[in-house]
């Protein structure tokens, strides 16, 4: 039978409700991050010890300072309450009710709110060890929202912005929205950054930080999820009147017996 004649074996689809039941995996997916890490805590560990590094970051918050505007003002304080801790809880909380109950996804909202969680939380785990103060904000000619405290590195509104992109993106990935999800992911983590800056409660490095430390959580999050995660979520009976699960793995049974 010849080429033209053959029959053409259709793709295989995805259900939308399954869509993130495997996620996107580099190959190194133990390494990459664990490296990705070790440089984010050297240049945490740098920025904290190294004398002049933080009077020499301080001179891009003091400009911005220097030049705030109403608008901007506003814009940028409105940014921080929505990826404030209690403004990103009830964000991802409200994007996961909407995959479960909405979009009948529960798959897609466990990995979502997963995703997004671990990019967010990454930033909580290298702020204890590297304890980097913020800021003074009377160095600062207009401090917008004085805060002080050793919680400066890396940001954890720009991790958590990093970990929406990455939902975003994964839910997006193979559709037509897949472009703008990239572009509305870096419009979100960069005006994230530079809202940080302005109102002047970060250094550069530390939402620099933020976005490769979240990055590498997630990454990592996702060897992890490909691995186990579908075992765990298929034995979630409780979860099916909402939307399907994946399939649990057939059972393995008796070892034939040798003949005697």
């Given at each position: 039978?010849?080429?033209?004649?053959?029959?053409?074996?259709?793709?295989?689809?995805?259900?939308?409700?399954?869509?993130?039941?495997?996620?996107?995996?580099?190959?190194?997916?133990?390494?990459?991050?664990?490296?990705?890490?070790?440089?984010?805590?050297?240049?945490?560990?740098?920025?904290?010890?190294?004398?002049?590094?933080?009077?020499?970051?301080?001179?891009?918050?003091?400009?911005?300072?220097?030049?705030?505007?109403g608008?901007?003002?506003?814009?940028a304080?409105?940014?921080?309450?929505?990826?404030?801790?209690?403004?990103?809880?009830?964000?991802?909380?409200?994007?996961?009710?909407?995959?479960?109950v909405?979009?009948?996804?529960?798959?897609?909202?466990?990995?979502?709110?997963?995703?997004?969680?671990?990019?967010?939380?990454?930033?909580?785990?290298?702020?204890?060890?590297?304890?980097?103060?913020?800021?003074?904000?009377?160095?600062?000619?207009?401090?917008?929202?004085?805060?002080?405290?050793?919680?400066?590195?890396?940001?954890?509104?720009?991790?958590?912005?990093?970990?929406?992109?990455?939902?975003?993106?994964?839910?997006?990935?193979?559709?037509?929205?897949e472009?703008?999800?990239?572009?509305?992911?870096a419009?979100?983590?960069?005006?994230?950054?530079?809202s940080?800056?302005y109102?002047?409660?970060?250094?550069?490095?530390?939402?620099?930080?933020?976005?490769?430390?979240?990055?590498?959580a997630?990454?990592?999050?996702c060897?992890?999820?490909?691995?186990?995660?579908?075992?765990?979520?298929?034995?979630?009976?409780?979860l099916?009147?909402?939307?399907?699960?994946?399939?649990?793995?057939?059972?393995?049974?008796?070892?034939?017996?040798?003949?005697?």
């Open positions: 039978m010849s080429d033209d004649t053959a029959p053409r074996r259709e793709p295989v689809r995805t259900h939308p409700a399954l869509r993130l039941e495997s996620l996107p995996q580099i190959r190194r997916w133990i390494i990459v991050p664990g490296m990705l890490l070790a440089a984010v805590l050297a240049l945490g560990f740098s920025a904290r010890f190294i004398p002049g590094f933080a009077g020499a970051e301080l001179v891009a918050d003091q400009e911005l300072s220097r030049h705030h505007d608008v901007l003002n506003a814009a304080m409105a940014l921080s309450g929505i990826f404030s801790p209690v403004g990103g809880t009830v964000l991802l909380a409200l994007a996961c009710l909407f995959l479960l909405v979009r009948r996804a529960p798959v897609n909202a466990m990995a979502f709110g997963s995703v997004a969680s671990v990019g967010w939380l990454s930033a909580q785990l290298v702020k204890v060890v590297v304890e980097r103060p913020r800021p003074n904000p009377a160095l600062l000619a207009d401090p917008l929202a004085p805060e002080t405290g050793f919680d400066s590195f890396p940001s954890g509104h720009v991790s958590l912005a990093v970990g929406l992109a990455f939902a975003i993106w994964f839910l997006a990935r193979g559709t037509r929205r472009r703008f999800s990239v572009v509305l992911g419009v979100m983590v960069v005006g994230l950054a530079l940080r800056l109102v002047g409660v970060h250094y550069p490095s530390d939402v620099l930080a933020a976005m490769v430390s979240a990055s590498a997630v990454l990592f999050f060897g992890l999820w490909n691995r186990y995660a579908m075992a765990l979520v298929s034995r979630l009976g409780f099916r009147p909402f939307g399907p699960l994946p399939q649990r793995p057939p059972a393995a049974g008796p070892l034939p017996r040798s003949g005697t």
